[in-house]
Every structure is written in structure tokens, then in C-alpha cells.
């Protein structure tokens, strides 16, 4: 079974003089569950849109997209899939513990229920101490667990990531892609993230998806089995990233 899988998807959007930009074609992907599945490329070539047409948010021309063996537009368990984005996108007016439990609101969540969830999410997270903050009173990576805290706290079974942790530093970033694992191999979760960072792709992944220039196409799709954690100092990993940029050339 798997979570996630397109066949021949194809997508193209109209420019504003008239034509056609084609941005993937005959896109056939399978995602098993409890996996984590990097989409790398260069620019242009889809990644992004590839994730919205997972996510729903756009559909594709042609070709299906299945979830838990189900077509996307028959579909019904949204709650079960969320989506942190590359900018944390934090309600400035709303603390740490308003921002994560934003998801519940329009959910049929009691209130008790609702601050249950925000306070166990947060210790997950690492920010018990930080419920009463605002997000200008956090760090960069503070604010990323806030994001992830907020995306997790719909006890979804798929997460996808733009992006998210490419604004951070080095140091931070290592950090959250600890917690990622962490939080994935507690919760039995199912990971499709896209990034540009090779390095994390493999430290992260246990499958990558490498897309050709638009219009996105699949190149390689390169399992990596090397045992968590990884270290990205390590020579295994920097092999695996160097046959990447070869394949990305």
C-alpha cells in the first residue's frame, strides 16, 4: 500500500502573454508509509507545485493522484495531512500556544481538549516554556518548532515541507532535522519534504526523488540506506551527496 501515488500527473500554468508553461510531465511517484521522501531539482523544475497537487491546493491537468489508496477528489481525511511551509508564517499577535493550536479552532475540538493537545504539542516541540510568547520574542529556530508545532498538532499521519528550514543557520538547521526524526519516528509519521540543500536531503531522507529541468520530469529516484543518525561530516553522506550533483549537472 502506499500513502501517496501519482501516475503520469502533468501540469501546466498560462502565462500572461497567452502561452503555456509546462512545469511537470508524466509524473509517476510512490510514497510508502512511515517513510521520509526528499524532491530535489533545480529551479523551475516543479517541486513545489509537485507538493501543492499532493496537498490539493492545485490539481493536475491529467494523470491521478491517489492518498491511502483513495483518488484525491474522492478523498475526505484532510486532517490527516499538513503542510509546514518555508516561511513559518506566525500571527504576530498571537502567542506561542495560539499559533500551534490554530488548527483545532475550526475543528469539533472541546476547548479542554484543544489546550490539551497545544501542551503536549509543545513539549514536543520544545516550547512548554515559551507558551506565553510572541513570535518576536523568539529565535529563528524557536519560531520553526512553533511552525512545526502548529503542523503537528492535528495529529496528521502525512507532513509535507517546503522548504522549511532553508532561512535558518547551519547549526539551527541540524537541530530541527534531529527533531524532525525524532518527532517521525515517534509519531509513525509519513514525510514528503522538497529542498535544495542536498546535504539535507540525504542526512533526512530514506528516498529521494531527483526532478529534471522544467518541465519536471523524474530523473532518479535514489534510495538511501544508510543508518539514523547521519552525520552530514561523514564520508558515507558526502558520497551520497556528491552523486547527486552529478545526477543534478
Known sequence: ?????????????????????EVLRDINLDVEPRSITALVGASG???????????GLIQP????VFLNDVRSAEFKDWRSMTYMFQEDRLFPWRTTAQNVGIG?????????????????????????????????????GMRSRAALGRSLVTEPTILLMDEPFSKLDPSIREQMHHEVLRI??????????????MEEAVVLAD????????????RETRRISLAY??????PDVAEEVRQLRLNLS
Do not use: W
Open 184 to 197: 517521525v519516528n515517534l509519531r509513525k509519521m509519513t514525510v514528503i519534504f522538497v529542498t535544495h540543500d
Open 104 to 140: 483545532l479552532e475550526a475543528a469539533n475540538v472541546s476547548r479542554a481538549e484543544r489546550r490539551k493537545r497545544v501542551q503536549q504539542t509543545l513539549e514536543l516541540v520544545g516550547l512548554e516554556n515559551f507558551a506565553d510568547a510572541y513570535p518576536h520574542e523568539l529565535s529563528g
Open 45 to 55: 523544475s516543479g517541486k513545489s507545485t509537485l507538493l501543492n497537487i499532493i496537498a
Open 1 to 21: 500500500m502506499s500513502v501517496v501515488r501519482l501516475q503520469c500527473v502533468n501540469k501546466s500554468f498560462m502565462r500572461r502573454d497567452g502561452a503555456q508553461l
Open 61 to 64: 491537468d491529467l494523470g491521478t
Open 229 to 234: 543518525p547521519r552525520n552530514p561530516l561523514s
Open 207 to 218: 528516498k529521494i526523488v531527483v526532478l529534471r529541468p522544467r518541465p519536471g520530469r523524474v
